[in-house]
T-cell receptor, first 113, second 115 residues
Framework: GQQVMQIPQYQHVQEGEDFTTYCNSS?????IQWYKQRPGGHPVFLIQ?????EVKKQKRLTFQFGEAKKNSSLHITATQTTDVGTYFC?????????????FGIGTKLQVIP | NAGVTQTPKFRVLKTGQSMTLLCAQD?????MYWYRQDPGMGLRLIHY???????AKGEVPDGYNVSRLKKQNFLLGLESAAPSQTSVYFC??????????????FGPGTRLTVT
């Protein structure tokens, strides 16, 4: 079935360095969403991308949706300790007439002060 | 608004015991979901509901049952708990399916340990 692959699974960076996580799907996605989960917390919605080649920014975070709508990335510029957490991408999946959701495995980001 | 709430926050069960996890949302969302989160496995969908009175199986439904008798509530039941069901369980809700473009709102989670 459709899967959403996410890499890397873990990333340690020095504070101030940049960070990128990648999400890839075997099939074309109608949209993709990104979530952040702080340690001990629950996933929180960050953004949704819909259009081919779309780029959206939230302060130091830049989100991209590939031209073929099969991949996406999240880039953080100049990481801060507040960026610590796990970042998930999520894509829709059709199954039996209902819409389901597939989450990537997540990228756990650790920022070293 | 409380958003999505989950009861209980923590629970320890012995193998073979049963329990029900309660999820409630006050946002009038049609869709509700139950996920489990295990280290290195990400979020895996257990069951979901597209409206009051309807339920459907997700990725890992075995050993779980669900009910959606009221629009605002989504119950997850474990009839005979097994150690493999030790996990953190998250409930989520949304206006529509992800394919429709509406984000999911997650509850705080229930940490379940089965000994």
């Amino acid at each position: 079935g459709q899967q959403v692959m996410q890499i890397p699974q873990y990333q340690h960076v020095q504070e101030g360095e940049d960070f990128t996580t990648y999400c890839n799907s075997s099939t074309t996605l109608s949209n993709i969403q990104w979530y952040k989960q702080r340690p001990g917390g629950h996933p929180v919605f960050l953004i949704q991308l819909v259009k081919s080649g779309e780029v959206k920014k939230q302060k130091r975070l830049t989100f991209q949706f590939g031209e073929a709508k099969k991949n996406s990335s999240l880039h953080i510029t100049a990481t801060q300790t507040t960026d610590v957490g796990t970042y998930f991408c999520a894509g829709p999946m059709n199954s039996g007439g209902y819409q389901k959701v597939t989450f990537g495995i997540g990228t756990k980001l650790q920022v070293i002060p | 608004n409380a958003g999505v709430t989950q009861t209980p926050k923590f629970r320890v069960l012995k193998t073979g015991q049963s329990m029900t996890l309660l999820c409630a949302q006050d946002m009038n969302h049609e869709y509700m979901y139950w996920y489990r989160q295990d280290p290195g496995m990400g979020l895996r969908l257990i069951h979901y509901s597209v409206g009051e009175g309807t339920t459907a199986k997700g990725e890992v439904p075995d050993g779980y049952n669900v009910s959606r008798l009221k629009k605002q509530n989504f119950l997850l039941g474990l009839e005979s708990a097994a150690p493999s069901q030790t996990s953190v369980y998250f409930c989520a809700s949304s206006y529509s399916s992800l394919a429709g473009g509406y984000e999911q709102y997650f509850g705080p989670g229930t940490r379940l340990t089965v000994t």
